[in-house]
């Protein structure tokens, strides 16, 4: 049983916290796990930088359903952006997304709370780009209480952009989520654009995940309650119609909700995990299914 007791006090889920920053690195593994362009450079190279932080390669075992998930969800997430012909992107609560780097035709936002994956970040970006490439903008920024809007919109110019956010929901209850979205609302309304996340869990996307393994999922999703002192399953919106209520009817989008499958041929990570052929099928079809919401504003 998790002890909860960040739960009993609804804003101190919203102070930085260090368990929470600390998820980014484990997603840097899984990534490299992909052909997503530089994602390995960026994992080998955080981890020489990371060594005196005593980071070490996360619990492999209980995160082999969600790993491929990571790839089809930044692989839609592009593709998203890229249809909608966009010029310019923010990214919230970034981590270690190689996006900016491998996306330069974008004015690229990496924003983070998290001040040290923010300078490492910029450090890595610095030595994997190219010269002729123009660096993406790093703003330390706050995407639930919006602490250093000002210096993200600094960076952007007055045109319509692509506000994005992946793997962040998760530590959050609802009245946060709605928070975010409305800075994401905040962006949309003074540039237009798009705001695009395949972070929207559910308890039916939970149950979905469940085809492939379910102790494995329920196992993770122990781990991951117990290290942040959040009750990550009391944060899930109970369905899409749940979400669509807050994203649509309270803060005003128009929403699209696409399949990872939709958009993403290639989960390149399913391979590498799954080596049973029948078990790669059932992980890449589930992965296709997950899915990945597009919004907008009237
Ligand atoms: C699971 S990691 C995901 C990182 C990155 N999006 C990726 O997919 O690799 C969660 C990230 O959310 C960031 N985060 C959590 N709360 C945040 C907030 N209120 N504002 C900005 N970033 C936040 C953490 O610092 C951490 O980097």
């Known amino acids: 049983m998790v002890t909860l007791k960040h ?10 916290s260090r368990a929470v920053q600390s998820t ?14 530089n994602a390995k450079l960026v994992e080998e190279l955080m981890r020489l930088g990371a060594g005196s932080n005593g980071w070490q390669t996360p619990n492999m075992e209980s995160a082999r359903p969600i790993i491929p998930f990571m790839e089809g969800r930044y692989k839609a997430t592009d593709a998203l952006l890229m249809r909608s012909g966009v010029k310019q992107v923010v990214e919230f609560a970034a981590g270690f997304v190689p996006r900016g780097m491998n996306n330069p035709q974008w004015n690229f936002v990496h924003t983070e709370q998290d001040e040290d994956a923010l300078r490492q970040m910029r450090d890595i970006t610095e030595r994997i780009i190219s010269h002729q490439q123009s660096m993406p903008h790093f703003v330390r920024f706050d995407a639930v209480t919006g602490e250093g809007i000002d210096s993200v919109m600094a960076c952007l110019r007055e045109e319509p952009v692509g506000v994005t956010h992946e793997g962040m929901f998760r530590y959050y209850p609802n009245q946060s989520k709605e928070k975010t979205g409305r800075l994401a609302k905040a962006f949309l309304e003074r540039y237009g654009g798009l705001y695009v996340t ?20 329920r196992e993770r999703s122990r781990i991951l309650s117990e290290r942040t002192g959040r009750d990550l399953a009391s944060f899930l919106f109970k369905d899409n119609a749940e979400a669509i209520e807050l994203f649509g009817s309270r803060i005003g989008f128009g929403i699209e909700i696409y399949t990872i499958g939709s ?7 399913v391979p590498v995990i799954f080596k049973d052929p029948d078990m790669a099928k059932l992980v890449d079809e ?11 504003l009237g």
Do not use: C, F, H
């Not at 980014?24 to 362009?37: C, W």
């Not at 039916?204 to 492939?212: F, G, K, W």
């Open 7 to 16: 739960q009993l006090d609804k804003t101190d889920l919203e102070k930085p």
């Open 24 to 37: 980014s690195a484990d997603i840097v593994y899984y990534r490299s796990l992909s052909d997503i362009p």
């Open 198 to 217: 395949p972070d929207i869990w559910t308890w039916q996307r939970v149950e979905l995940l469940r085809r492939i393994d379910p102790e494995m999922d």
């Open 263 to 269: 958009l993403v041929g290639n989960l390149s990570a």
């Open 286 to 296: 589930t992965i296709k299914r997950m899915e990945i919401w597009k919004m907008t």
